[in-house]
């Protein structure tokens, strides 16, 4: 229905804008005005539910305290003394203020809705917002009212665009099991229009229903049926209008712990298109892990989907940089030293790279430039311009490569002249400090520095490698 709604806004804008003459001034202020024409979309808006029925101006903290004071003295005669206006204001009250609300009475509450029963009609669109925003299964009144939503909608017989439409979505959102059955639809509609069909939009596109209908889509995906729904849920879990806001930020944790922990089993890449989906997902919502900010964000990230997050920031920044190498320093020794760290991908705890002026230039495939805008590396002056360097840290060590043929050097991480996120160094803040250890590139087809270099991470390290370093 919105985007007949859509289409007949614009319509109407563009009739209006050829005739004039029927818009009348407001309030004597300069400029014309549509009022009465936008006084019906107001209505025809209000006819199909496209905005949800608003919260009233009454006291509600005062409406509760006096149901519950006659309730107590009277039972259900003194709900039947309330106003008009006051049994017409029932619903919000339900699950008001802090608890014990009125929806963890069963008596309070049954009696609420078997006073609602003879104006179902005028209650229901309220019953229907509550229920979606409020949505706790652990209070009685959640089942009670679910069971008022489904019984008055299924037998519904008229003619009310409103309730039929309502009726519809019933199966789905008013079902037992509501929230299991309506993420299995959504596994694979996955996105803002869908929401849209099921009239979860506005406060009840926020609300706790939704919510938790994504934890339960987040479950299933992860224990039965990953990958598959991973870019449509994603969609989901962010808000488009918002400028990719997270729908609900606690989701996004749960979606590391299960997503993350699941493609890092065995050690094996989780495949080039899903990955290029979570890891910019998590950039966005938790940032790097490997900065202060980020640590913060991914505090309540299980340790191991945390380490498979960081193994692929350094994967992207090894390949970002020896794809630069290869541009740039013709040397065609580099795939050694490409293959000796990706052996090490588990142990690395940082990494950063600093481009020399013409290797920035360089960076035209679409991945790099996405990286490179994620990353915002830093810059490398004092060398030559096509130069750019290469740090990683592992267990209190800074590992730092030149993209030309040289030596790797090695600083404990205390003495290291470089810093990770730097912005800009110069050459000689390298080469002016004397390691704990240089180790040059010498014979790598025989693989005597990657022997040499293996070594001393073993014996001062105490690791190994994790996969085989050699080409063969």
């Not at 309730?71 to 206006?85: H, I, M, P, T, V």
């Not at 706790?136 to 679910?146: E, N, Y």
């Amino acid at each position: 229905m919105l985007p007949f709604l859509e289409s007949f806004s614009h319509s109407m804008e563009y009739i209006l804008k050829k005739h004039r003459n029927i818009l009348v001034a407001v309030d004597g202020k300069p400029g014309l005005e549509p009022v009465h024409i936008k006084k019906q979309l107001q209505e025809v808006r209000k006819k199909f539910n496209e905005e949800g029925p608003q919260v009233p101006t009454i006291d509600l903290d005062k409406l509760a305290t006096r149901v519950r004071n006659l309730w107590a003295k009277d039972g259900y005669a003194g709900l039947e003394s309330l106003s008009f206006r006051e049994k017409d204001n029932l619903p919000w009250i339900i699950y008001h203020g802090k608890a014990p609300q009125i929806a963890a009475s069963a008596e309070l509450v049954n009696g609420i809705l078997t006073l609602l029963r003879g104006r179902w009609r005028s209650s229901i669109r309220k019953l229907i917002a509550i229920y979606l925003r409020y949505y706790d299964p652990s209070l009685p009144a959640t089942a009670m009212i679910r069971r008022f939503i489904q019984e008055h909608l299924s037998t519904y017989n008229g003619s009310s665009p409103f309730l039929l439409q309502w009726r519809r979505r019933a199966v789905l959102l008013f079902a037992p099991a509501g929230t299991k059955i309506t993420a299995a639809w959504l596994r694979d509609k996955g996105d803002e229009s869908a929401l849209e069909q099921l009239g979860l939009k506005g406060e009840a596109g926020t609300g706790n229903f939704l919510r938790e209908v994504l934890r339960e889509l987040i479950k299933h995906i992860a224990n039965k049926d990953f990958p598959r729904g991973v870019p449509n849920l994603l969609s989901l879990l962010e808000l488009k209008s918002q400028g990719n806001m997270a729908r609900y930020p606690e989701l996004i944790v749960q979606v590391a712990n299960e997503f993350l922990v699941r493609t890092g089993r065995d050690n094996k890449s989780p495949g080039e298109e899903l990955e290029s989906h979570l890891r910019p997902f998590f950039l966005r919502h938790l940032g790097d892990p490997r900065l202060p900010g980020g640590k913060i964000r991914w505090r309540d990230v299980k340790s191991e989907a945390r380490a498979v997050f960081i193994r692929w920031l350094s994967r992207r920044d090894l390949e970002f940089f020896f794809n630069i190498v290869d541009q740039t320093a013709g040397d065609d020794k580099w795939i050694y030293r490409r293959r000796f760290w990706e052996a090490y991908l588990p142990y690395i705890e940082n990494t950063w790279v600093l481009l020399g002026r013409d290797a920035s230039s360089l960076i035209k495939t679409p991945w790099m430039r996405e990286h490179m805008r994620d990353r915002n590396f830093g810059r490398l002056t004092g060398a030559n311009s096509d130069k750019s360097v290469f740090l990683l840290k592992i267990r209190g060590y800074v590992f730092i490569e030149w993209s030309h043929s040289g030596s790797c050097r090695i600083f404990r991480e205390d003495r290291c002249p470089l810093e990770f996120g730097q912005k800009q160094c110069n050459s000689t803040m390298i080469t002016g400090n004397w390691p704990d250890k240089k180790i040059d590139h010498r014979r790598s087809e025989y693989y005597q520095w990657q022997n040499e270099l293996a070594q001393w991470i073993f014996i001062n390290l105490g690791l190994r490698p994790a996969s085989s370093f050699t080409l063969t």
